[in-house]
């Protein structure tokens, strides 16, 4: 019997302005009918562009140089278009990554559904595929499927498009569903209801599902193989549970120790150690591993609490409340509470974890912390000081010892300044030392946020999303705050530079005393950078306590679906 | 979608009797009294010279004659030309002509441009992509006039496709060529942005999203990568709109169409108040007509305008 799909010797290339660009470098792999399939690996990994080959969809640019795609023993490198067409949908489903820029806004959601129905013959007259196309919506878990058949997808929340591309990938049900990072954008809770529904529907059919992640844990929990892929090539592969719990290439293993649990404990700065760099070529990776063993530096934790918790508070928030006013057209207005009656201290030298889904008004406490939206009532007091009271130059200098470090480490730094001035702009703004001084200063912050000095010249565009957030850590830091506002700081990054992130954090918290809020809708990261934790759902503080124990004895119900909804959180811990 | 309709009816108010207010005062600093330039070589006869100041209120202050004649307006009078004639007879007559001109001109655009722009974006580096940039390229380059004069020997000259001036007979046929021309003056934009943004539709998500479902490419680019391309080009259309007037002024003088571009510039050199005002303040109107049709054309191609309030 021919095997589903057997990928062999895959070679693609992307031309650009200096000649083609590998991306792909001899990928061989199989899958078998009914089998599901995880393809992990960091950013420009090739694990996207791997999926996109087997459909011969690739983006503008790229090209199958060499190898096959055998699905169910045809070569589809060299298929026509209109067999490709044949087996695309049909045969093979597609879900793609983005729920929100891939439907058409234009067209309504029924619309889309409609066309694939009729595309692939599931229906042949119009009413007939108006019927098909209600079910497989309602089969994707829709609700309402009917009613909102005639919506358009600028009306619906990410999961339910996701849900929606989910739909169309399966509608044919085909032998094959390639999923490439389908739930990605959408919160942990989300995120699990999509996967556990996605798992069941591909069950029942017995279609074969090659589900592409970043995200090792949810990989492992959801697929029985594993593959694991590095700069084009394909390191290692095998059954999940054993490539968690013996993972023999380099890469494995430092993905596997980089990605945060619910196992492993706060870090330390001195446990963690040095930083590892991230491996600028194959053979690095190869080389020694360096451990970032995140748990085991959990124990030198407790001897610091006690010394900590003598020095008071850095912040104190109370009752603090955010209404907007959201127009409805005209002069109507409705009021929308961001956030209710919000209140939590942070004693100094500490972090504070504010957990919750998107939505939750994590983002708005952090905004009216810095200062940046004005609170509808409460109060916050910064070093026994209330901000409200504060104006002109106090408010200034308050802004000084207070600073942010954002989300999106390519949106918030300016790409027109050189590194050196983005950093220095801070000490300028405060007139803070001479021209001499300040650039002493970049460099000293460079160093300390382990980046060589020649990146002072550079330009933004020029460094990786790693760098990037250093750079922005380097930019809060250069006024040499006492505390620092992280807004979903590691959220954008993969998880070996996001365990470099947070061990970063906690060295700078250990050598100056900073006191951290972060904000982050991921409960792993919490459990190994944060003491206290706050949990945060529709406006409010649910739960609040120290991490220890919002993690082994939740008491809400909300957080206990979230940390339900770590994925592949007992794996890991076993 | 009614509230956004009226509300932008109003917007077109203070929009109206701004500009009929600028070019009065405009017209109204003009050197020169217009009055005086009727009697030629000749000195005026005083009297009559009187009468005539009058009659057009050349002796009122600027405020007074702008308010009397925004007055006649509301009450749908434009008031007379120097010739005696009713301005709004001469509105009536004119109008249509160019409005017609305008059609033709509009009509023709938006099929090349959408046509070139979908095959050059589509295919890029392609025979069609090449060809429409340097036809482009041509047209950007050269003033209307030099365009009339060529396709007027060309065509109509050497070729006896068409009349060469246009008259009294404004059948399609006879305005075809000035038509054509118009349309041509207008035309490179157009193409090259609906070219930009077919190119950037079809890289979108949602097009490879159509295709990894199994629709064909006869589908996809009418239904998905077409309709989504309209949206900025419509846009562009609309304030083509502008320059196609502009651009009548000249054509209907080089190929002698009847219509508003003739008589205003008449008008202009005559300074005749009230004729050139109520000229410019209907082509407003009708300016800011298109670009209301336009919003409204523009949110049936965009749910997302038309269910935002």
Known sequence: MTRLLEVVDLEVGFRTGNGVVKALNG???TIDRGESVAIVGESGSGKSTTAAAIINLLPGG??????KVLFEGKDLAKASTA???????????????????NLDPVWSVGFQVRETVRANGLATDRAGAKAKSIEVLQQAGLPGAEQRFHQYPHQFSGGMRQRVLIGMGLAANPSLLIADEPTSALDVTVQRRILDHLDSLTENSGTALMFITHDLGLAAERASKLIVMYKGRIVEAGPSLEILRNPRHPYTQRLIAAAPSLASRRIQASGAGEVAPVASGEQQAALEVEQLDLASAAEHRLQHEDARREAGDAIVVDELTKVFKIRQGGFRSTEFTAVDKVSFSIPKGTTTALVGESGSGKSTVAKLLLGLETPTSGAITIDGRRTDALTGRARFELRRRMQPVFQDPYGSLDPLMSIGSIIAEPLTVHGVGDRASRRQRVLELLDQVALPRVLAGRYPNELSGGQRQRIAIARALALKPEIVVLDEAVSALDVLVQAQILSLLAELQEELGLTYLFITHDLAVVRVIADNVCVMQKGRIVEQAATDEVFDNPREQYTRDLLEAIPGASLLAS | MLYYLVRRILQAIPVLIGTTFLI???????????ILGLFGDRAPNPALLERLEEQYQFNQPFIVQYLNYLGNVLQGNFGLSFSGQSVNEILARTFPVTLQLAAIAIVIEIVVALALGLISGLRPGGIVDYFSLGFSLLLISMPIFVLCFIAQFFFAVQLGWFSP???????????????IVLALFVIATPIRLAR????ETSRSDFVRTAYSKGLSRRRVVPVHILRNSLIPVTTQFGSDFGLLIVGATVTEGIFNVPGVGNTLYQAIIRGERPTVVSFVTVM????????????LLYAALDPRIRYAK
């Open chain 2, 165 to 179: 001036t246009v008259g009294a007979n404004t059948s399609i046929g006879n305005m075809l060529l000035p038509g």
């Open chain 1, 83 to 101: 067999e490709l067409e044949e087996v695309r949908g049909k045969r093979i489903g597609f879900v793609p990554q983005d729920p929100m820029s």
């Open chain 1, 27 to 29: 990928v061989s792999f």
């Open chain 2, 24 to 34: 009065y005062f405009m017209v109204f600093a003009m050197p020169g009294n217009p």
């Open chain 1, 62 to 67: 790229g090209e199958i140089l060499g190898g």
């Open chain 2, 196 to 199: 930009t943004s077919v190119m």
């Open chain 2, 284 to 295: 407003v109107l009708i300016y800011l007509i298109v670009n209301i049709v336009i919003d």
